[in-house]
């Protein structure tokens, strides 16, 4: 599906682009996308030479659930010292947190075709296999505590 816009990403950049194919759900359950997508990247950094590619202007992308793969590679990749850092990530409209789903960039875009935000909650739970019982919960925010939801304003809130 991604293999056009891979290609024209290739030209307009003239960059090495690397599509990863990594399994998908419901077949395979999580984590096993995150670890499809982070073995490949170590390979590729690992190799990135034999492609001729500078190993130091690798930069991770994705979108949707791509993005928040993305996102999970980047930051398990982060700390490694035995890999070229990346260059940079591209997140294009990642689900990367749910500890609060009424803040004005959720409200904002509710009813937004295609990722209407029931329906990204929905597929977000699925993906993480998760029951989907608990969305109404989810709506309200009380599947997060007042200890986390402190902890997490600084990053996670209207401000």
């Known amino acids: 599906a991604y293999e056009r816009t891979c290609r024209y990403l290739c030209r307009k950049t003239n960059s ?3 599509s990863v194919g990594y399994r998908l759900a419901p077949e395979h359950p999580f984590p096993a ?3 499809d997508c982070l073995t490949a990247a170590i390979h590729f950094l690992r190799t990135a030479q034999d492609h001729g590619v500078d190993p130091s202007r690798v930069v991770i992308c994705g979108d949707s659930s791509g993005g928040t793969l993305a996102a999970a ?6 700390n490694r010292r035995d890999l070229p850092k990346l260059r940079a990530q591209i997140l294009i409209y990642p689900f990367l947190q749910c500890v609060d789903l009424n803040l004005p960039s959720y409200q904002q875009n509710k009813r937004v075709p295609i990722l209407l935000k029931e329906r990204t909650l929905i597929l977000g739970l699925k993906y993480i296999n998760k029951d989907l019982k608990y969305i109404e919960e989810i709506f309200k925010g009380s599947h997060v505590s007042e200890d986390q939801r402190l902890k997490y304003q600084k990053w996670v809130s209207p401000d």
Do not use: Y
Not at 73 to 78: N, P
């Open 16 to 18: 090495v682009v690397v």
């Open 33 to 35: 996308q995150f670890e």
């Open 73 to 78: 590679v980047a930051q398990a990749l982060a």
